[in-house]
């Protein structure tokens, strides 16, 4: 797959590089440009560069036809933009051009040089919607079971993972749970999320199980004997570091990496917020309601909780593809 997209990459450029020079007026014209750009919006180097290669590009490729870069309509844009999809250029590389020449064109429209924008009907490419990254059930059972139970730290570590798949926490809300979030008598949760939002989310005999063994046996240790100072908002902390502390989500993805190489899982395709989509994502493969899931992550719009269904909707077309007869 990467030597794929490495040669697409190198075709393009060598098609760059075979288009015509780039005229004097066009070369004058997208100076200006940058040059106003920047005084009037203080746009960034590698923002200037970007609409410098867009434009030199598109200019080359007019090659002075019709007045070149300045006198291009709408129809030649369409032309240039089937142009560069038929040689590989990708939607994003696609998106972010149209962004260029919509600058370009309103600045001569502004200055006077253009009684039109042909870039302002410009339809932006469909991005390809990224699906979340989730473990496989089994993947999940070998990262849960990784941490080395010998130490305290190991011992929190296992409570900690299993209770951001158990209910589905951001790392954030994970490292932050203050000590009197957890109700173990009635195993749920209480989790304050985005917007200052609050939510109860159950926790499951696992993840229960883990939480009861860290409390008796993991978090004396880690607090040496001495109080637990509170944090900043006033809470106690639920987890803590042997400096008697909550620990960071640098620290949390840090030790998830080491776990997950313990486990066999290439620490690459995994993260803290891929242990998230995998709980989202494992609930739905075993039937649960779509806005009974928004609501244990969270979610305020049902829309952004929709695109786990995409991810459960391909595993079961791959099951169905490999034990169906007629798959």
């Known amino acids: ?28 014209a997208i100076s200006r440009f940058i040059e106003a750009a920047w005084a009037e919006h203080g746009l960034a180097r590698q923002t200037q560069d970007a609409y410098r290669r867009d434009l030199e590009q598109l200019a080359r490729w007019r090659d002075g036809t019709g007045g070149g870069l300045q006198g291009m309509d709408r129809a030649a844009l369409f032309d240039y933009l089937r142009w560069r999809a038929a040689h590989g250029y990708l939607p994003r590389s696609n998106a972010r051009l149209r962004a ?7 600045h001569l429209v502004r200055l006077g040089l253009r009684g039109d924008d042909p870039a302002a009907l410009l339809d932006p490419p469909r991005l390809p919607r990224p699906l979340p990254k989730a473990l496989t059930e089994s ?5 849960l079971a990784a941490p ?10 296992r409570a900690m993972l299993e209770l951001m798949y158990a209910a589905g926490l951001r790392v954030s809300e994970l490292v932050n749970l203050p000590a009197n979030a957890v109700n173990l008598r009635q195993g749920v949760v209480r989790v304050l ?4 939002k609050e939510r109860l989310v159950p926790l499951g005999e ?12 993991a978090r004396p240790k880690l607090a040496a ?10 809470q106690v902390p639920l987890f803590l570091t042997a400096g008697r502390r909550a620990p960071t989500r640098q620290a949390f993805w840090s030790a998830l990496k080491g776990h997950a190489a313990v486990a066999g899982i290439d620490p690459r395709r995994v993260s803290p917020h891929g242990l998230r989509h995998s709980f989202a994502t494992h609930l739905l493969n075993h039937g649960a309601d779509l806005r009974a899931v928004q609501m244990l992550l969270g979610h305020a719009s049902l829309s952004t909780t929709q695109i786990y269904t995409l991810v459960a909707r391909e595993h079961l077309q791959q099951l169905h593809a490999r034990h169906h007869p007629r798959g």
């Open 1 to 28: 797959m990467g030597a794929t997209v490495s040669q697409t990459a190198a075709d393009r450029r060598r098609l760059a590089r075979a288009l015509p020079p780039l005229r004097e007026a066009d070369a004058r």
């Open 100 to 106: 260029s020449l919509r600058a370009f064109y309103a």
């Open 139 to 143: 993947q999940v059972e070998a990262l």
């Open 148 to 157: 080395d139970l010998e130490g305290p730290e190991g011992l929190r570590d």
């Open 193 to 196: 999320g985005k917007g200052g």
């Open 206 to 217: 696992e993840s229960q199980h883990w939480l009861e063994r860290y409390l008796a046996q």
């Open 225 to 234: 004997g001495k109080p637990v100072p509170a944090d900043a908002g006033g």
